[in-house]
Every structure is written in structure tokens, then in C-alpha cells.
């Protein structure tokens, strides 16, 4: 399994994605539901990139300024 770091540029706005997937399709193909979670109308996406890839074990994570 890895930990994803997954970047995502909308219409008129940027979100990043942090989720547990065991390759880059599986993590590629659950975007979309994690994004229509989280707003009343889903916007259209632009961009999806995969920023940083690590395997799983204690203590991974990621630091997410705000910016």
C-alpha cells in the first residue's frame, strides 16, 4: 500500500488529496468520489497529479502549508 500526496487544480481553485491506495490507478480512479464528497456541486477538474508517493509505515505523513 502506498500513501498519496495527489494534487488537484478545479476551475477556480486547487485542493490536495492525501489517501492510502495499493497503486496509481486504484488512487487515480477514488478521486472523483472524494471530490464529490466534499462540495454540493462538483466542479470540474482540470488537472490530477500525483506530487509525492510513499510506501506505508509508522509515522508516514505530510506537512501541507497553508499558502
Known sequence: MFLYKIEIEMEDSSAH???LA???EKAFSVVDSHV???YLK???LKQVAIVEKKRTE???GYLIPNS
Open 36 to 38: 464529490e464528497r466534499h
Open 17 to 19: 488529496l492525501i489517501l
Open 42 to 44: 462538483k466542479p470540474i
Open 22 to 24: 495499493e497503486s496509481d
Open 58 to 60: 509508522a509515522g508516514n
